[in-house]
């Protein structure tokens, strides 16, 4: 799992106002301490429905209010991930015939930012790659002994947690934990980082995974049932969470995304490396590996 990698650019316009905005929510100058207002109103009506019906569309249909007449609460946001699973360049992993593509792999093409339109990149042009790659891998694949039984044993295992979760008729409810989690990868790992909140944090992951061991299923029935889906993701969720955090503390300095409120500066001699996180002994265990700098050198981005 690579978290912040090395990078031949710095922040994008849309994160400079992420920060500005998150500067303002800090100083106590935001609404409710998590929102500024975006005031379309002086625009007027004709305008707005003409040049941004999208945008008053998701206003009126996900915050109930229309921006002709009304300010709207803006605030910072995740809306696409970089690093992730470690593979090549032709969507492998470590694993033998596990392949990669798209916002869940970490193929380099990003560093610590990802630029306009690389998004293409991570769908078209590496999915169409880790598609050819493991259709390959297939075929010239006799299969992996047992296989089956690997599988139905990973089920069962599944299953048997369920079932155990299914007896019991108190506990920990997963949505409380969903929100317990969001609000510390919010507050502590979000755009402003230090060592404090970063270790806080993961002390607080630990805590959820104590009582993640608690959680119990409500419904009696199982389909469809959204809950039982949140139970089984939110372990997953807890490693990736630990991962992040982790990553973070460890990293001490700024690069792209990754703001550290007590190291401010960009580091190339001691953290010009891809950050490797592999699970051994049931934890997390850090590792890095150099940059292979080839045409570009990186350089930080200037505004």
């Not at 998590?34 to 002086?42: G, I, T, W």
């Not at 891998?137 to 992996?144: A, D, H, P």
């Not at 790992?189 to 608690?214: H, P, T, W």
């Amino acid at each position: 799992m690579e978290d912040y990698a090395a990078s031949s650019m710095e922040l994008a316009p849309r994160d400079i106002v992420a920060r500005a905005i998150q500067t303002e929510i800090d100083n106590g100058n935001g609404f409710e301490s998590q929102y500024v207002h975006l005031d379309l109103r002086h625009l007027g009506e004709r305008k707005i429905k003409k040049r941004l019906p999208g945008i008053r569309e998701i206003s009126i249909n996900f915050a109930g209010l229309d921006p002709i007449d009304t300010p709207l609460p803006i605030q910072p946001a995740q809306h696409y991930s970089m690093g992730g699973i470690d593979v090549d360049i032709h969507c492998a992993s470590r694993v033998e015939g596990f392949y990669a593509a798209g916002e869940c792999a970490c193929v380099s093409t990003h560093g610590a930012n990802r630029l306009g339109g690389n998004s293409l990149l991570e769908t078209v042009v590496f999915g169409k790659i880790a598609g050819e790659e493991a259709a390959h891998w297939v075929k010239g694949s006799s299969g992996l002994k047992d296989e089956e039984k690997h599988l139905l044993d990973a089920a069962l295992e599944v299953k048997k947690k369920i079932e155990e979760r299914q007896k019991r008729e108190a506990g920990e409810k997963v949505h409380r934990l969903l929100s317990r989690l969001k609000l510390i990868m919010s507050d502590q790992v979000g755009l402003f980082r230090n060592k404090k909140d970063l270790a806080q944090a993961l002390e607080m992951i630990g805590e959820l995974r104590q009582d993640y061991q608690r959680v119990f299923i409500s419904g009696k029935c199982l389909r469809f049932s959204q809950e039982l889906v949140n139970i089984i993701e939110f372990e997953s969720m807890l490693d990736l969470a630990e991962v992040i955090t982790l990553g973070a503390l460890n990293r001490e300095e700024t690069r792209g995304s990754h703001y550290r409120l007590d190291f401010k500066e960009r580091n190339d001699k001691d953290w010009l490396k891809h950050t490797l996180v592999a699970l051994k002994d049931g934890k997390p265990q850090i590792s890095y590996k150099e940059v292979q700098i080839t045409k570009y050198e990186p350089k930080a981005r200037q505004y």
